[in-house]
């Protein structure tokens, strides 16, 4: 009996496991780089832009020396008001490249310091005007934008050659996945559920989801582990539910539980009518509804109504101190009294039709 419950038991948290395991997968698969160049650190822009190749979503980190410009911008307009979301602006990309730099609203005043700093030493070529460089940390973005060149000879007032412009785009404060504070919580979610999923399949494979009848076993001397045995090859069995004159067993996902018979007091099927949006039907669901004289309500869902009316039928056979079948008239009385709701029905003399 046990070993069949533990190896039950394995196979339902081994469902719920994978479906954790793929999610948190795909947390740890999107967040991951980018976890790692976060506690690497990140790597020195002009180094990177000099090197080339593909730097999509490298973590970078400079002291810009110089703004030249704002050449985009990105707004959003709320109540007729309209509000700078994003400014890009013209800096080195290292000795010999221009590139963007794209900053949040939290840093426009810094940007515009630089830039007047930037124009005030250029036109006096004093080295007392030098400018305060802006520390800038994020990711590199591959800018697509083929007027690019064009918005730099604008600025400069002549011609650019393409060779002076570099495509990447740093977005500071950003890494591939986000705000480092929500690549740090997306990567450790991955993990809670990827470690979520194997505790199912461990406390599962120990048995530690039988607590219930372990403790149901040792609580009742009288009913030995062998009488227990006896029942569960006597009893009405089912996928995920058994019955017997001792207890009510049932799976709650990959846990086990265990409903005494001596405190079940009412059992009746449950059928649930499915529609698409609320009025076409589109299937039905049912389930074997257990309440106990402490006034809980135990769910036991079923794929097929014949495995549900099966079950009721051995419940009124061999448990004749249970109310079997349903009228919305009785849910007063089992509200006011469970422990002696079947005794109030007169239970014991005749159960109720279904």
Same mark, same amino acid.
Request: glycine share 10%.
């Given at each position: 009996m046990?070993?069949?419950?533990?190896?039950q038991?394995?196979?339902?948290?081994?469902?719920?496991?994978?479906?954790?395991?793929?999610?948190?997968? $795909?947390?740890l698969?999107?967040?991951?780089?980018?976890?790692?160049?976060?506690?690497?650190?990140?790597?020195?822009?002009?180094?990177?832009?000099?090197?080339?190749?593909d730097?999509?979503?490298?973590?970078?980190?400079?002291?810009?020396?110089y703004?030249?410009?704002?050449?985009?911008?990105?707004?959003?307009e709320?109540?007729?008001?309209?509000?700078?979301?994003?400014?890009?602006?013209?800096?080195?990309?290292?000795?010999?490249?221009?590139?963007?730099l794209?900053?949040?609203?939290?840093?426009?005043?810094?940007?515009?310091?630089?830039?007047?700093?930037t124009?005030?030493?250029?036109?006096?070529?004093?080295?007392?005007?030098l400018?305060?460089?802006?520390?800038?940390?994020?990711?590199?973005?591959?800018?697509?934008?083929?007027d690019?060149?064009?918005?730099?000879?604008?600025?400069?007032?002549?011609?650019?050659?393409?060779?002076?412009?570099?495509?990447?785009? $740093?977005?500071?404060?950003l890494?591939?996945?986000?705000?480092?504070?929500?690549?740090?919580?997306?990567?450790?979610?991955?993990?809670?559920?990827?470690?979520?999923?194997?505790?199912?399949?461990?406390?599962?494979?120990?048995?530690?989801?039988?607590?219930?009848?372990?403790?149901?076993?040792?609580?009742?001397?009288?009913?030995?582990?062998?009488?227990?045995?006896?029942?569960?090859?006597?009893?009405?069995?089912?996928?995920?539910?058994?019955?017997?004159?001792?207890?009510?067993?049932?799976?709650?996902?990959?846990?086990?539980?265990?409903?005494?018979?001596?405190?079940?007091?009412?059992?009746?099927?449950?059928?649930?009518?499915?529609?698409?949006?609320?009025?076409?039907?589109?299937?039905?669901?049912?389930?074997?509804? $257990?309440?106990?004289?402490?006034?809980?309500?135990?769910?036991?869902?079923?794929?097929?109504?014949?495995?549900v009316?099966?079950?009721?039928?051995?419940?009124?056979?061999?448990?004749?101190?249970?109310?079997?079948?349903?009228?919305?008239?009785?849910?007063?009385?089992?509200?006011?009294?469970?422990?002696?709701?079947?005794?109030?029905?007169?239970?014991?003399?005749?159960? $109720?039709?279904?």
């Open positions: 046990r070993k069949e419950l533990i190896g038991s394995v196979r339902r948290a081994a469902g719920m496991a994978l479906l954790l395991w793929l999610l948190g997968g $795909l947390l698969a999107f967040s991951g780089k980018s976890l790692w160049q976060l506690v690497r650190g990140p790597r020195y822009l002009f180094e990177v832009t000099e090197q080339g190749g730097l999509e979503g490298e973590y970078v980190t400079a002291a810009l020396p703004i030249y410009g704002l050449f985009a911008e990105e707004t959003t709320e109540n007729g008001a309209v509000r700078s979301t994003h400014q890009m602006y013209v800096v080195d990309a290292n000795q010999t490249q221009y590139m963007a794209q900053l949040d609203p939290d840093r426009y005043q810094e940007a515009e310091r630089l830039y007047e700093e124009w005030t030493y250029i036109e006096s070529g004093s080295e007392a005007d400018p305060v460089p802006l520390q800038v940390t994020g990711c590199l973005s591959l800018m697509e934008d083929p690019l060149v064009a918005y730099y000879e604008d600025m400069f007032g002549g011609e650019v050659s393409a060779d002076e412009v570099s495509y990447w785009m $740093l977005e500071d404060g890494l591939e996945a986000g705000q480092p504070g929500m690549v740090i919580f997306l990567a450790a979610a991955g993990a809670v559920l990827v470690l979520w999923g194997a505790v199912l399949v461990i406390r599962a494979a120990s048995g530690a989801t039988l607590r219930e009848l372990d403790r149901f076993c040792t609580e009742k001397g009288e009913l030995r582990q062998e009488e227990m045995e006896a029942q569960w090859q006597q009893g009405l069995a089912q996928k995920g539910l058994w019955i017997n004159q001792l207890a009510v067993l049932f799976f709650q996902n990959s846990k086990l539980r265990v409903l005494p018979a001596g405190d079940l007091v009412w059992a009746y099927q449950q059928i649930t009518t499915h529609r698409y949006a609320g009025f076409i039907p589109v299937g039905k669901s049912y389930a074997l509804v $257990l309440r106990d004289d402490k006034g809980k309500k135990h769910i036991v869902t079923q794929r097929k109504q014949a495995k009316l099966e079950a009721l039928d051995y419940i009124r056979q061999t448990l004749p101190g249970v109310v079997v079948g349903y009228d919305a008239s009785m849910e007063r009385l089992y509200a006011a009294d469970p422990a002696g709701f079947a005794a109030k029905l007169g239970v014991g003399e005749g159960q $109720l039709p279904e």
